[in-house]
């Protein structure tokens, strides 16, 4: 049986969470698809670390990392959040995981996800971890609490 949980990410966590991120499907799939170089990702990641809006976290199984969400407040009843899971560890649910861990754990915030219309991957993860959908031009955006 595996065991997953939630932990807070810190500066040791820089390296991999550069190395996901220029994953190419991860790249595709972000709103921003320019390669990421390593000076200013870690800049950005030091201050996000500092931030009291920000709270990044890496999803382990079995101790080992296999996937990272970033929530961001965006006022003071929700949160944007952005999450990719480690390419070796998709299509097995995690995503769907991760959203529900999330959900349940920042129960007091409308938790929104914004996806591009092609990801399919994590249209699913948001709809089966029960976020309400609406579809906007250019996306998907997801609420963990409807209207």
Same mark, same amino acid.
């Given at each position: 049986? %595996? +065991?997953?949980?939630?932990? *807070?990410?810190?500066?040791?966590? %820089?390296?991999?969470?550069?190395?996901?991120?220029?994953?190419?499907? +991860?790249?595709?799939? #972000?709103?921003? @698809?320019? *390669?990421? /170089?390593?000076?200013?990702?870690?800049?950005?990641?030091?201050?996000?670390?500092? &931030?009291?809006? @920000?709270? /990044? !976290?890496?999803?382990?199984?079995? !101790?080992?990392?296999?996937?990272?969400?970033?929530?961001? $407040?965006?006022?003071?009843? #929700?949160?944007?959040? &952005?999450?990719?899971?480690?390419?070796?560890?998709?299509?097995?649910?995690?995503? @769907?995981?991760?959203?529900? /861990?999330?959900?349940?754990?920042?129960?007091?915030?409308?938790?929104?996800?914004? +996806?591009? $219309?092609?990801?399919? #991957?994590?249209?699913?993860?948001? $709809?089966?971890?029960? !976020?309400?959908?609406?579809?906007?031009?250019?996306?998907?955006?997801? !609420?963990?609490?409807?209207?």
């Amino acid at each position: 049986m %595996s +065991v997953i949980q939630l932990v *807070k990410a810190n500066i040791d966590d %820089s390296e991999l969470l550069f190395f996901w991120a220029n994953d190419d499907d +991860v790249r595709k799939n #972000s709103f921003n @698809t320019d *390669k990421i /170089i390593y000076e200013n990702h870690l800049e950005w990641f030091k201050n996000k670390l500092c &931030s009291e809006g @920000t709270f /990044i !976290y890496i999803l382990k199984e079995n !101790y080992n990392p296999i996937g990272v969400v970033r929530l961001e $407040k965006n006022d003071n009843e #929700s949160m944007i959040i &952005s999450y990719s899971i480690d390419k070796k560890h998709r299509g097995k649910g995690h995503g @769907t995981e991760l959203l529900g /861990i999330i959900k349940e754990k920042f129960l007091e915030y409308n938790l929104i996800g914004k +996806v591009k $219309k092609d990801n399919i #991957s994590s249209i699913k993860a948001f $709809k089966n971890a029960g !976020y309400f959908m609406k579809e906007k031009l250019d996306c998907f955006v997801f !609420y963990s609490k409807g209207d």
